[in-house]
Each structure stands twice: as structure tokens, then as C-alpha cells.
């Protein structure tokens, strides 16, 4: 079973950058859908970003023109580029691989945008 374990966040200036980085450990993800969602508090966790089984790339209306997810087969790491940050981006960011009737989560890194 494949291990999901996420880096890269921390605190940032509105308008700043961040790389966050979710690493597939145990295994090679090669099948299903990855992606990141994030979680505010107090607020239901959101869909942020995906690649599809098919690499299809889709990313929710919010972060549209300012976050750019992508893969590294090789090194079996999907990444987040996130540039422009706001405010409303602040949240707990997760990665996840879904296959079929699975989920698979990684344990979340915070993710915070000051003013």
C-alpha cells in the first residue's frame, strides 16, 4: 500500500510562493487519479487540483491561472506550484491517490498566507 506524505508548506506573504510536494512511498503510482484538496478551519476539505488517471489536468475555479499541478514519474512525487497567493488560501493542503473504490490520504501540511 502505497504511503502519501506531503512538504513544503509554511508561511508565506500575500502574493508570494509555494512549492508543496506529496510523495508516493512504498510503491509506484501508476493507475487512478492524484491530486491535492485543502481543509480551512471550520470549513469542509475542497478540491484543489487534479490529475486524472487519463493526465488530465483540472483545478478548481478559485486557483485557476495561479496554481499548477504536476507529476514526476520518475521520482514518484506529484508537486503544487502556488504563486499569487491570498488569504482564502490558507488551509491544511492534502494529497491523495484515488483508485476505484479507494482513497488514499496523505497526513496534510498547513499552509498559511499572511497579510
Known amino acids: 500500500q502505497v504511503k502519501l506524505v506531503e512538504s513544503g508548506g509554511g508561511l508565506v506573504q500575500t502574493g508570494g510562493s509555494l512549492r508543496l510536494s506529496c510523495d508516493f512511498v512504498?510503491?509506484?503510482?501508476?493507475?487512478?487519479?492524484i491530486g491535492w484538496y485543502r481543509q480551512a478551519p471550520a470549513k469542509p476539505r475542497d478540491a484543489v487540483a487534479q490529475i486524472t488517471s487519463g493526465g488530465e489536468t483540472i483545478y478548481a475555479d478559485s486557483v485557476k491561472g495561479r496554481f499548477t499541478i504536476s507529476r514526476d514519474k520518475a521520482e514518484n512525487t506529484m508537486y503544487l506550484q502556488m504563486n499569487s497567493l491570498k488569504s482564502d488560501d490558507t488551509a491544511v493542503y492534502f494529497c491523495y491517490h484515488r483508485w476505484g473504490e479507494y482513497t488514499f490520504w496523505g497526513q496534510g501540511t498547513q499552509v498559511t498566507v499572511s497579510a
Open positions: 512504498g510503491s509506484a503510482v501508476t493507475i487512478g487519479d
